[in-house]
């Protein structure tokens, strides 16, 4: 059997049982299954060879990266070539993109490359036609910009399910449980909240079948046992999404106004081919990676305000010296900072510091 017959097989069975409190275990170990089988398959492609249409590596490059996903001809391309320096095929035809296409959006000092990613959502859940290159540079994305047209919004619900299958967990944060495997010992389990939606029987037998027989597990977060398995994944990755409606040029106002009383999400109502709101757009892709902009000031001269060091918003003084270069740690003596996270201006700071937004920064 391949793996997405044993998969297919699982799902039927799922299909077939009725969901309520006694058969909650038994479905929460049966996707336990099925999410290890999707894993081994990814593993399978990455490990090998780039298949037919697979694009070019795209070497992550610039200070963050985003992945633009989409049905074929809602406006990738030409939301691309909107926002970067890229010139993409725009075709009023599917699958005009076939390959991997990169553009650099310079924003407030940013440097953010942005990718038309083609074929991402069919593949996905068939778990075939995806290329080893496609999948991995969408799983180390730092943001997903999930694209919709004014006519088909519903769509993003399939499109963030049809992430989900590689191993991406749109918007959410990694679920706060600590598990430690160990040389003998059993399976010993702390739940310092009070699980409502899993118990020790179950999270017991999901352990073993991902091999865990003898652990320790740390449960500090009341989460169901989807989101305990993505702890066990080694793969799942972390990723915020921002939705952008595209074409509302199409449209009059009053169909907007209903798109925003329907929606239970937050999104960004464009037009790419007008320029309608794109400015509004490029904000909020900078507020949803997070960013923060700091000024380097050299000993006895001005602060550099041209050209800000874009840092993740939360980094340490050490993670911006890392950035500026290797080495310069073993030769810093202290850090004095200017701006919002300092007491006072030119506040002697340690490694462990985390500068805010327009921070002005010497290293002595
Ligand atoms: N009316 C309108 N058409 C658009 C807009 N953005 C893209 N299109 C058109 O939609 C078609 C598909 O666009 P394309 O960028 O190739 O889509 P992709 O397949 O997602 O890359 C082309 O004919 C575009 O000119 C828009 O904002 N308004
Ligand atoms: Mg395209």
């Known amino acids: 059997m391949s793996i997405q ?63 633009l996903l989409g049905l074929p001809s809602v406006g990738k391309s030409t939301l691309l070539n909107h926002l970067t320096n890229s010139n993409s095929k725009v075709g009023a035809y599917d699958f005009t993109t076939l390959t991997v296409v990169p553009g650099v959006l310079k924003y407030r000092g940013a440097q953010i490359q942005v990718l038309d990613i083609p074929g991402i959502i069919r593949g996905a859940s068939e778990g075939k036609g995806l290329g080893k290159r496609i999948l991995s540079t969408t799983r180390s994305a730092d943001l997903l910009l999930v694209i919709v047209d004014v006519f088909n919004p519903g769509i993003r619900k399939v499109l963030l399910d049809e992430i989900r299958n590689i191993g991406i967990r749109p918007d959410e944060n990694p679920p706060n449980i600590q598990i430690e495997k160990r040389g003998s010992g059993g399976i010993i389990i702390t739940d310092l909240v009070g699980m409502t939606e899993m118990d020790e029987d179950g999270m017991k037998e999901i352990l073993r079948e991902y091999r865990y027989h003898n652990s320790r597990v740390v449960v500090r977060e009341d989460v169901d046992y989807d989101r ?102 073993k030769t810093l003596r202290f850090t004095r900072v200017w701006g919002k996270s300092a007491k006072f201006g030119g506040q002697k700071v340690g490694l462990s510091h985390q500068p805010m937004d327009e921070d002005i920064i010497t290293f002595y």
Do not use: C
Request: aromatic fraction near 6%; glycine fraction near 6%; proline fraction near 2%.
């Open 5 to 67: 017959e044993k998969i297919k097989a699982i799902e039927d069975e799922i299909a077939r049982t009725q969901v309520n409190k006694a058969t909650n275990r038994h479905l929460g170990v049966l996707k336990a299954r099925i999410a290890r089988l999707r894993e081994q398959e990814r593993e399978r492609i990455e490990r090998g060879k780039g298949q037919v249409g697979d694009g070019y590596a795209v070497r992550k490059d610039g200070d963050a990266t985003i992945v």
């Open 228 to 329: 305990f398995v993505d702890v066990l994944l080694k793969n799942t990755v972390y990723i915020p999404t921002l939705t952008v409606v595209n074409k509302i040029d199409m449209v009059d106002e009053e169909w907007v106004e209903k798109l925003g009383e329907d929606a239970d999400y937050d999104y960004v109502a464009i037009s790419a081919d007008n320029d309608i709101n794109l400015e509004q757009l490029k904000e909020r892709m900078f507020e949803r990676l997070d960013l923060i902009r700091l000024y380097m000031r050299p000993k006895g001269e001005d602060p550099d305000f041209d050209e800000p060091l874009i840092i993740r918003n939360g980094s340490t003084v050490e993670d911006v010296a890392n950035k500026i270069h290797r080495d310069l740690k």
